[in-house]
């Protein structure tokens, strides 16, 4: 193979775990995701559902963690403390062995090795939409203010922690639109790279 | 063919008008290029090297048409000109049959065309600084600089005459780096995806 780590960032609800799933089952690797959170968890001894909100999406807690540093000097958040480790287990990982990591950040955390291929997954709002209705359910706020709330949390939560803005085509190797080219093409595309 | 009409938006240097020219050549269809800037300046009778300059990069002339329409009421600039008749070709193109069309803010005018396949090709600063000495040879300024007043002008374009930011990941069906893929590989799997 000519990538060791196949890192996938992603819009919410765009399919990119799908992706990263099914291109590691194609390649015959380890994929890499909510098992972060289960590890992450295990050496932090913070709760599961707190490490997936707060290990990708901030709720204000960025703005804490800003106003904690300048207000008292530096003291590190919660935040800061599963970042930490998040990334460690991150770089733990790729060293191991081939595989496919989705989202946290791999992108940045693994930005200066040459056999990282770093991969963005997006897709409409409609197409999006659709789908976390279809996996998720119906929910209180309508479909689109569910997405618009969580690319806003990923987003700050992106930009704050590495010096890139989310979604820009320019940190990536290769960006696709899953709604429009379809899950299994996005796979093809990535494998015929990889391999 | 799935689309009609490929886009190719690209990073100066990145080597995307070539993806583009190899593409067209692959499907048997027209890439439209330079070929925009002499109709353009057939129909506008302003000078070749003025639309080249003017039609996808701007040095403060952006700036010009905003105070112009700001301070005397509007009155449409040379550039405002230039883009109408642009804008009316692409269309104009897009409607005649298949084919690529290279820069031009095409993805845009485009946009709400779902046969439409819209393209973003870009590379790091090396590649590109080193395609373009091969390319236009060695000026007084160096490379690096060459690429970031290129890359300003066209994103201060763009952004002006979009409601979009460029570069985004989301903006495009495909992003592509070129440095990292190559060429031929770029070509490969826009081909795989238009067939």
Redesign the interface.
């Known amino acids: 193979m000519r990538y060791k780590v196949i890192t996938i960032s992603r819009?919410f609800g765009s399919g990119g775990r799908t992706v990263g799933k099914q291109l590691a089952e194609k390649l015959g690797i380890p994929c890499y995701d909510r098992e972060i959170i289960e590890k992450v968890a295990e050496e932090s001894g913070y709760d599961k559902q707190y490490i997936e909100e707060t290990g990708e999406y901030t709720k204000g807690g960025i703005l804490n963690t800003i106003f904690q540093s300048r207000s008292y000097g530096y003291s590190p958040s919660n935040e800061d403390i599963i970042w930490k480790i998040q990334a460690e287990l991150i770089r733990k990982l790729a060293r191991e062995g081939p595989c496919v990591i989705v989202g946290r950040c791999a992108d940045y955390i693994l930005r200066d090795d040459p056999e990282v291929l770093r991969v963005?997954i997006?897709a409409s709002m409609e197409f999006r939409a659709k789908r976390i209705v279809e996996e998720y359910g119906e929910r209180e706020d309508s479909p689109q203010k569910r997405l618009r709330d969580k690319d806003k949390q990923r987003t700050a939560y992106y930009d704050y922690y590495t010096d890139m803005r989310f979604?820009?085509?320019?940190?990536?190797?290769?960006?696709?639109?899953s709604g429009?080219?379809g899950i299994d093409?996005c796979v093809?595309?990535l494998a015929?790279?990889v391999k």
Do not use: P, Q, T
């Open positions: 819009e963005f997006h979604g820009d085509g320019r940190n990536y190797h290769l960006c696709l639109d429009e080219l093409k093809d595309i015929g790279v």
